[in-house]
Structures are given as C-alpha cells and as structure tokens.
C-alpha cells in the first residue's frame, strides 16, 4: 500500500492500523458508520477476517461486519 493509496477496509492487512479516508455507502449506512466511529481520519485495525466477515477495532471496541460493507469503507496507511 502506497502513501496516497486508498483501498478498501476488506482488502487491509490484518493487524495494520489504517486510517479512513472515504465512505461510500448509501447515505443511511454511512451515518451510522459515522455513529460507530468509523468516519473521515478515524484509525481503524482488522483483526480478523473469516468466511466473508471482517473483525475491526476502532475506538477500543471491536466490531464486526461483513466484506461487502468493509469494502464501501476505503483507508490508505496510517503514519
């Protein structure tokens, strides 16, 4: 992953820390995403990935979603 580089939150390195760059979810998925911390510069890490679904923390709370959600969420490294 380059330094500018976005790609999806479902494609991230297990146990890297990313930062959020986009959501591009329908407008009601992004709002609650944004209620659950994941908005714009949020640090997030996966955790695990596993039959479709994706383990992330953020905020010190873990939270689980599915690929095809994750995958509406883009993030480029974390310095």
């Known amino acids: 992953m380059t330094p500018h580089h976005s790609i999806r939150l479902a494609d991230a390195p297990l146990g890297k820390r ?3 760059s986009r959501l591009r979810s ?3 998925v992004s709002i609650r995403l944004r209620e659950m911390g994941f908005c714009e ?3 997030v890490r996966c955790v695990m990935k596993s039959h479709g679904n994706i383990i992330c923390e953020i ?3 873990r ?3 599915n690929s ?3 995958g509406d ?3 480029s ?3």
């Open 41 to 43: 510069d949020a640090v």
């Open 73 to 75: 969420i883009l993030v």
């Open 18 to 20: 990313v930062r959020i």
């Open 68 to 70: 095809r959600l994750a």
């Open 26 to 28: 329908r407008p009601d």
């Open 63 to 65: 939270v689980a979603m």
């Open 59 to 61: 905020l010190n709370t």
């Open 77 to 79: 490294p974390f310095e």
